[in-house]
């Protein structure tokens, strides 16, 4: 048996284990029984519950006694009786089944057609009747009024074949091409068909007229599904007296209201397969919708998912037994699978056992299917260095990351980290240790964490102060300290949480520290030397160590204000920067001088390497602290920024070729010019000399007037002197 969890609701596969072939000997079988563990653990509900290779349907009778399923190789049909929990009887048949119905409560009546065209009537004893349609049928179904059967299939007319008259009536004309599936309404006996264009058509058999038509096709398709073909209708279901549930052959699956054309909902497989069964759940109002490869349960008011089911094998019918938990299903596999899931009711009468069963299993939990795997996300496929996996069969998406055998993740960790299990070993071997040594008897004294000891030793402090406030006080409680508190335990473990004093965030948001500094020091000294005293002397008695009284003192200084330490803090500060800042640039004026001095030797004393001087590559360094040379230059750029243009012109003179001048904070700005060379010099020099030349030579008009202007050149059809022009 196994048992698996979906949206937690438990599931109980109780067909899931090894099955022992036919042809072994009684005998074999009970040594294997004995030897094998997983046949031991099996469940055998109901014996020889398979066919030999392939079922193909299945159904319960009426009276729920009797489980009929139908498979091949070769074509029979098998009839279990749940009373017995056993096979009653088996028949094999000329030709493979398409679909059976049973007419009567029992398994007494019994209609097959075939996938040769030919129906076949069975009663108790066997073989009964057979006849033959005229075209390939795929569907029927049974009208009990007027015991008549309607055969749909490859052809537009839906055949009748009358039961007490044995014979053929008239058949129904049809606008479809073909049929796929049909269904009768067991309230108002509405009759349905499914068409290969994607269309329901109802009639109604006391007239033989057609009462409606329903364009699943085009109402299948939404903003969320991806359809590559025509839906066609292939799977057909009534509930009750108006609802009626579609599924096409893209994967939705319809539900309608007769009173109206268009679906109440549409639900998506997302698997872009055929829907090959219909079922409801009339207690729970879930519907039961599977494709070959998945089983669907969800809500038919909402469409919220309860639960699915996935099989090894994929699925060729689905059977609900009625009023349980307990459905059947038959598969492309020798054995028929049996469900129970105890969400949706209990287990049938002849199988009450199974109540008892699962409430043991869920008070003792046994390994589930996902016990054989381990979650795994993207990140940690990365670290194994398997994310080239992603797409394969080996994982298994699910969430946000996937499922993978839980062998081959332990074989490639031990590869990533083989030293894992070593350090494994080593902190399993010091557990076991420390765990022995608390069993011993110890010395009481007062133990300090490695890291943060003075921040200890000040809790530590404050607890007692509470401890001694709330024993003046009996109704008052101390308050907890967070050296007990786990939350805060890395705190006092870690070195990255080293609190560092000597920094000037803390100086500056502790004053008082450096007072209460000292005094915690004095004490940690004491209580180092109480702990090399108590090693030393063990059964002598602790004497009171030398200077403890000097540590209970207490300085008057304590009673300064918080403000007066902070204004203290701040001026050491600035005093720690000048002298900081004093002593880089004094190195720096050592090392350049250093460097001239070494410029100079090499200047002198040029090297020779076999007999020809070589250059050595020379070196320079910037001064430390030039970057803080804005600071005190401040006065010098406000009076540069209050003078005119004309004086800061004049101040740059002397720096056309080169100006520098700082921006921001640890930033320069340089400005510059090119040297122009000689030529352009030269040719600049010659434009100018053209220029003074060209101007001594020039004829100025500055004695026109702007009148005379005006009077030459005013007056039309005149010369110069007012003569008519020529």
Same mark, same amino acid.
């Given at each position: 048996m196994q048992i698996s969890s979906v949206n937690d609701v438990k599931i109980y596969n109780l067909s899931y284990g090894k099955s022992l072939p036919e042809w072994l000997s009684d005998r074999k079988k009970r040594q294997l029984q004995k030897s094998d563990v997983d046949i031991q653990r099996r469940i055998e509900l109901i014996q020889d519950f398979e066919m030999p290779s392939v079922s193909t349907s299945i159904k319960v009778s009426r009276d729920g006694q009797f489980i009929l399923a139908t498979g091949t190789y070769k074509p029979r049909i098998r009839c279990y009786d749940t009373y017995q929990l056993s096979l009653k009887f088996e028949r094999c048949l000329d030709s493979e089944v398409v679909a059976f119905d049973i007419l009567s409560d029992d398994y007494s009546k019994l209609v097959f057609l075939h996938c040769d065209r030919y129906v076949e009537f069975h009663s108790q004893h066997g073989h009964y009747y057979k006849t033959r349609i005229p075209k390939y049928g795929r569907d029927f179904s049974y009208h009990y009024p007027s015991c008549d059967l309607f055969f749909v299939g490859a052809s537009s007319e839906v055949f009748r074949l009358n039961l007490e008259q044995g014979r053929f009536l008239n058949s129904l004309q049809t606008d479809a091409v073909q049929h796929n599936v049909c269904d009768i309404n067991p309230v108002h006996h509405l009759f349905a068909t499914g068409t290969s264009e994607g269309r329901v058509e109802c009639w109604d058999p006391r007239v033989r007229s057609r009462v409606g038509t329903l364009d699943c096709a085009l109402s299948s398709v939404t903003e969320g599904t991806e359809v590559q073909s025509l839906p066609s209708v292939s799977a057909l279901k009534f509930n009750g007296s108006l609802t009626m549930a579609v599924g096409t052959s893209t994967g939705q699956v319809l539900l309608y209201d007769l009173r109206s054309s268009l679906p109440l909902l549409v639900k998506d497989h997302y698997y872009n397969l055929p829907i090959k069964s219909l079922n409801f759940h009339e207690q729970l109002d879930l519907v039961l919708s599977a494709d070959c490869k998945i089983i669907k349960i969800w809500n038919k008011d909402t469409g919220k998912v309860f639960?699915?089911?996935? =099989?090894?094998? %994929?699925?060729? +019918?689905?059977?609900?037994? =009625?009023?349980?938990?307990?459905? /059947? !299903?038959?598969?492309? %596999?020798?054995?028929?699978?049996?469900?129970?899931?105890?969400?949706?009711?209990?287990?049938? #009468? $002849?199988? *009450? /056992?199974?109540?008892n069963l699962t409430e043991e299993l869920e008070e003792s939990p046994e390994s589930t299917v996902y016990d054989d795997y381990k979650f795994v996300t993207r990140k940690d496929l990365e670290n194994l260095g398997l994310s080239h996996l992603i797409g394969s069969s080996l994982l298994r998406a699910y969430m946000h990351g996937f499922f993978m055998d839980?062998?081959?993740?332990?074989?490639? @960790? *031990?590869?990533?980290? =083989?030293?894992?299990?070593?350090?494994?070993?080593? +902190?399993?071997?010091r557990q076991k240790i420390e765990e022995t040594r608390t069993q011993r008897v110890q010395i009481e004294r007062q133990k300090l964490p490695k890291v943060n000891k003075e921040l200890a030793l000040k809790l530590l402090e404050e607890g007692d102060d509470t401890a001694q406030m709330a024993s003046r006080k009996k109704k008052g409680k101390a308050l907890p300290s967070i050296l007990g508190d786990d939350r805060f335990k890395v705190m006092f473990e870690n070195p990255d949480y080293q609190v560092d004093e000597q920094s000037e965030e803390f100086r500056l948001l502790n004053p008082i520290v450096s007072k209460v500094g000292q005094k915690r020091k004095k004490k940690l000294c004491l209580l180092a030397q109480q702990a090399a005293a108590a090693q030393q002397v063990a059964e002598e008695e602790q004497e009171e160590p030398e200077g403890q009284a000097s540590s209970e003192e207490e300085s008057s %200084? %304590?009673?300064?204000? $918080?403000?007066?330490?902070?204004?203290?803090?701040?001026?050491?500060?600035?005093?720690?920067?000048?002298?900081?800042?004093?002593?880089?640039?004094?190195?720096? +004026?050592? *090392?350049?001088?250093?460097?001239? @001095?070494?410029?100079?030797? #090499?200047?002198? !004393? =040029?090297?020779?390497?076999?007999?020809? &001087? !070589?250059?050595?590559?020379? /070196?320079?360094?910037? &001064?430390?602290?030039?970057? /803080?040379?804005?600071?005190? +230059?401040?006065?010098?750029k406000q009076k540069l920024q209050k003078a005119s243009l004309e004086e800061r012109l004049k101040l740059e003179e002397n720096f056309r070729t080169s100006n520098v001048s700082d921006s921001t904070v640890g930033s320069k700005q340089?400005?510059? !010019?090119?040297?122009?060379?000689?030529?352009?010099?030269?040719r600049?020099?010659?434009e100018r000399e053209h220029h003074k030349e060209r101007k001594k030579?020039?004829?100025?008009?500055?004695?026109?007037?702007?009148?005379?202007? #005006?009077?030459?050149?005013?007056?039309r059809g005149r010369g110069v002197r007012g003569r008519p022009l020529s």
């Open positions: 639960s699915s089911i996935q =099989p090894q094998a %994929d699925i060729n +019918d689905v059977c609900l037994y =009625p009023k349980s938990g307990m459905l /059947f !299903t038959a598969n492309e %596999d020798t054995k028929m699978n049996t469900f129970y899931i105890p969400a949706l009711g209990p287990a049938p #009468r $002849w199988c *009450s /056992f199974l109540d839980i062998r081959l993740y332990h074989k490639v @960790k *031990s590869m990533a980290n =083989p030293f894992a299990y070593e350090e494994y070993r080593k +902190d399993k071997i %200084d %304590d009673d300064k204000s $918080w403000v007066e330490e902070v204004r203290e803090q701040r001026r050491l500060l600035r005093q720690e920067d000048r002298h900081r800042r004093r002593e880089e640039r004094k190195q720096a +004026d050592r *090392s350049t001088v250093l460097l001239e @001095k070494e410029q100079n030797t #090499r200047e002198k !004393t =040029p090297n020779v390497v076999d007999g020809k &001087k !070589t250059s050595q590559p020379q /070196f320079y360094q910037i &001064k430390a602290g030039e970057e /803080f040379r804005s600071f005190r +230059d401040v006065a010098q340089l400005t510059f !010019t090119l040297k122009k060379s000689e030529q352009q010099a030269r600049q020099q010659a030579l020039r004829r100025s008009a500055g004695h026109l007037s702007s009148a005379r202007g #005006r009077g030459r050149h005013g007056s």
